[in-house]
T-cell receptor
Framework: GDSVTQMEGPVTLSEEAFLTINCTYT??????LFWYVQYPGEGLQLLLK?????DKGSNKGFEATYRKETTSFHLEKGSVQVSDSAVYFC???????????????FGKGTKLSVKP | DAGVIQSPRHEVTEMGQEVTLRCKPI?????LFWYRQTMMRGLELLIY????????DSGMPEDRFSAKMPNASFSTLKIQPSEPRDSAVYFC???????????FGPGTRLLVL
């Protein structure tokens, strides 16, 4: 079945360091891909998404490119801040039954801690 | 917009008791999702509704769990009887028609003693 695999955490970086969180997926067809972020004590928020091959999603300095050939959607940011400390989830959307809205399939999450 | 609203935010109960979690989706959204988050299993979809109709409940753990959506603005997730292994954070999310972005509520942190 469809699945998402992302790098194990936790990841600890110093402020202004470069961030990469790897994500690969297994899916039939052409799923849309997402990165969600969860700040402590809160629900998940959409960070960025890409809906087709070679699309680049970006938001708040984060970027991820939909690579169909490598089935990957790695998250990157050139210079992290303390406020980026959170858990990051890679996800794909599975097409719903009979054309209905599908559900998200999440990776396990990667906890990022950024130190000043 | 107030976003997705969940209540209660925290619930502590004893094993065997009935627990009811509530969710109010964003107005105008037509799909609603219930997720469970634990350290061991991560985020799991329990059930989702489209236009108030349950579409996929294959993630519901067992008969002790039930979910309803009597109208477009309200859904409940009930656990009866509750067990310690049900301790988790339960999230509700909703989506607008024609979009894929899910908006999550703040979650209900459930502890079953």
């Amino acid at each position: 079945g469809d699945s998402v695999t992302q790098m194990e955490g936790p990841v600890t970086l110093s402020e202004e360091a470069f961030l990469t969180i790897n994500c690969t997926y297994t899916a039939t067809g052409y799923p849309s891909l997402f990165w969600y972020v969860q700040y402590p004590g809160e629900g998940l928020q959409l960070l960025l998404k890409a809906t087709k091959a070679d699309d680049k999603g970006s938001n708040k300095g984060f970027e991820a490119t939909y690579r169909k050939e490598t089935t990957s959607f790695h998250l990157e940011k050139g210079s992290v801040q303390v406020s980026d400390s959170a858990v990051y989830f890679c996800a794909l959307i599975k097409e719903g039954a009979e054309g209905s809205q599908g559900n998200l399939i999440f990776g396990k999450g990667t906890k990022l801690s950024v130190k000043p | 917009d107030a976003g997705v609203i969940q209540s209660p935010r925290h619930e502590v109960t004893e094993m065997g008791q009935e627990v009811t979690l509530r969710c109010k989706p964003i107005s105008g959204h037509n799909s609603l999702f219930w997720y469970r988050q634990t350290m061991m299993r991560g985020l799991e979809l329990l059930i989702y509704f489209n236009n108030n109709v349950p579409i996929d409940d294959s993630g519901m753990p067992e008969d002790r769990f039930s979910a309803k959506m009597p109208n477009a603005s309200f859904s409940t997730l009930k656990i009866q009887p509750s067990e310690p292994r049900d301790s988790a954070v339960y999230f509700c999310a909703s989506t607008h028609p024609g979009t894929e972005t899910q908006y999550f509520g703040p979650g209900t942190r459930l502890l079953v003693l």
